[in-house]
């Protein structure tokens, strides 16, 4: 039984469980809503959440998402005084003001290379997850936070926009590894009926960091000509919750057995998450798990294309990635207080209809984080899809009818739906279902590729949508309501469901329909 005490690892020093504090009420409430999900079979042998995997939970998750969505949603609010910095820059080196159309080519750059810088840090996730492991690559990642941080929150102090720009790719690749490594921990030290919603957790902390991003950017808070460059320093609080919690957390168990070959660190960690020694099922299937992975070699790029069991599911995992961003869910992030003010609502009510869009995201993902393990991920993906592609055909009529001035309010609602069917599916699912797509022998590059597909994406995006705007005007979300179409009859046909099903019993499936 040596392999079962407490003390063989530094983070079983953590106090005893009952007495730990919740690091994020939001997230603890949320988890506690699925622990009494309904368990059957093997599932009830794996245990319930303990306060050990909630403080887990938050730990990976909150210092890495919300890097995520903070910087996705911080240069919304305060995007005409930034671009009154980058005009202001511009004249003191020239002695000439820039024109509109060049500033804002500035601010759209500014905007998309956090996605250029997501793309490169989610190429490394293989290689950091294999090198480092989940969650030493998570504490590493913390270093492109200060460093973004530093260049960002000074840019104004050094009258250069240029370190914006550059402290934007480093939080981007911060962002994009954390894309890659924290879903990846979230799912492999989650409870196999748990798995899902546990998942979902990443997105949660993602929205309502794009909340937090839009709220501290009032006027009335940091958004003013003087504050707004502390709005990127509130990155580092989330870095120093982080820094200060999960070295106390043990690294992915999946990951110290399959990859690592130290059973006993496997063990200890486990037991620490479950809170019990009764842990022998979920060892046993982690021993098959890593028995099946020595019986093939070791998985290449080329294996990936090559061999039809890894290459169908990492093409539903590059579709699904593709199908949430370009859902047009980002240009909605970006440009969202721009998408009300061309609906014909004054500024002042624009921002505060943008701020209640972000609340609903934040209640929807909440609420799909129960879903998720009542209807499945296939069948709440396809109801996010389908309920986008209805509400962009409305939204387009409404914003073309925006004379009407009953209409022109009705354009904010269907923004508002259009978060609601994103969040209850499309927001989440992409995230975690790689992780269970793949074993873990496979599962760090296909994260990698998969990520890379979502933030490559995401730029696009962000780069495109103003001029695709400028030249369709209300006709713009007609793109992505072809584009949700496509998505959605592709997962109806070639999407499975996960929902409680172990990696060996997922890659059967997929083995089974490359012979057939």
């Not at 919300?66 to 009154?84: A, C, D, M, R, W």
């Not at 250029?116 to 989940?134: D, E, K, P, S, Y």
């Not at 014909?344 to 129960?370: P, R």
Request: aromatic share 12%.
């Amino acid at each position: 039984m040596d392999d079962l005490r407490l003390s063989e690892t530094s983070y079983l020093n953590v106090p005893d469980r009952d007495k730990l504090p919740s690091p994020a009420d939001s997230v603890a409430s949320s988890i506690s809503d699925i622990s009494t999900l309904p368990m059957t079979g093997r599932q009830q042998n794996h245990g319930m959440i303990t306060s050990r995997l909630v403080f887990a939970i938050a730990a990976g998750a909150i210092g890495s998402s919300f890097q995520h969505g903070y910087n996705t949603g911080v240069l919304n609010t305060p995007q005409s005084k930034i671009e009154s910095f980058i005009n202001s820059t511009i004249f003191s080196r020239t002695g000439q003001s820039a024109d509109k159309e060049y500033v804002e080519t500035i601010f759209s750059l500014m905007t998309s290379i956090f996605c250029v810088g997501g793309m490169v840090g989610a190429l490394c996730t293989a290689f950091v997850a294999q090198r480092f492991g989940r969650k030493g690559g998570l504490l590493l990642n913390n270093i492109f936070v200060f460093i973004g941080a530093f260049m960002m929150t000074f840019s104004k102090t050094f009258s250069s926009h240029e370190l914006l720009v550059l402290g934007r790719f480093f939080i981007g690749i911060n962002s994009g590894l954390a894309a890659g490594l924290a879903p990846m921990y979230l799912t492999e030290i989650s409870p196999v009926h748990l798995r899902g919603a546990v998942g979902t957790i990443y997105q949660l902390i993602i929205v309502i960091a794009i909340l937090i991003a839009y709220v501290l950017g009032f006027d009335s808070m940091l958004g003013t000509d003087t504050l707004w460059p502390y709005l990127f320093a509130v990155t580092l609080i989330p870095t120093i919750f982080m820094l200060s919690t999960l070295p106390f957390c043990p690294e992915s168990p999946k990951h110290l057995l399959i990859n690592q070959k130290r059973e006993g660190h496997a063990t200890s960690g486990l037991t620490w998450l479950r809170g019990t020694i009764e842990i022998h099922d979920e060892m046993e299937e982690m021993r098959q798990e890593a028995q099946s992975i020595e019986l093939v070699p070791k998985v290449t790029l080329a294996d990936m294309w090559r061999n039809p069991v890894y290459r169908q599911p990492l093409i539903i995992s590059v579709m699904v990635m593709l199908s949430q961003q370009l859902s047009g869910i980002n240009a909605v992030i970006f440009y969202s207080t721009a998408i009300f003010k061309g609906a014909g609502l004054e500024d002042s009510l624009a921002t505060y209809a943008t701020v209640g869009m972000s609340m609903v995201n934040v209640v929807m993902t909440v609420v799909s984080l129960v879903l998720v393990e009542r209807f499945g991920r296939r069948t709440l993906h396809l109801f996010g899809l389908g309920g986008m592609v209805f509400t962009t055909i409305l939204l387009t009529f409404c914003v073309q009818m925006k004379h009407i001035l009953i209409l022109s309010y009705l354009s904010v609602a269907m923004v508002y739906l259009f978060v609601i069917f994103f969040a209850s599916g499309p927001g989440s699912i992409p995230w975690f279902l790689v992780g269970e797509l793949f074993g873990s022998n496979a599962r760090g590059l296909a994260t990698s590729i998969a990520v890379a597909v979502n933030w490559g994406a995401n730029f696009m995006v962000g780069l495109l949508f103003l001029p695709l705007q400028t030249h369709l005007q209300g006709y713009v979300f007609l793109v992505f309501t072809a584009l949700l179409a496509f998505f959605w009859t592709y997962a109806y046909k070639k999407v499975p469901e996960t929902k409680g099903r172990t990696s060996d019993e997922i890659a059967a499936l997929f083995r089974q329909k490359s012979y057939q």
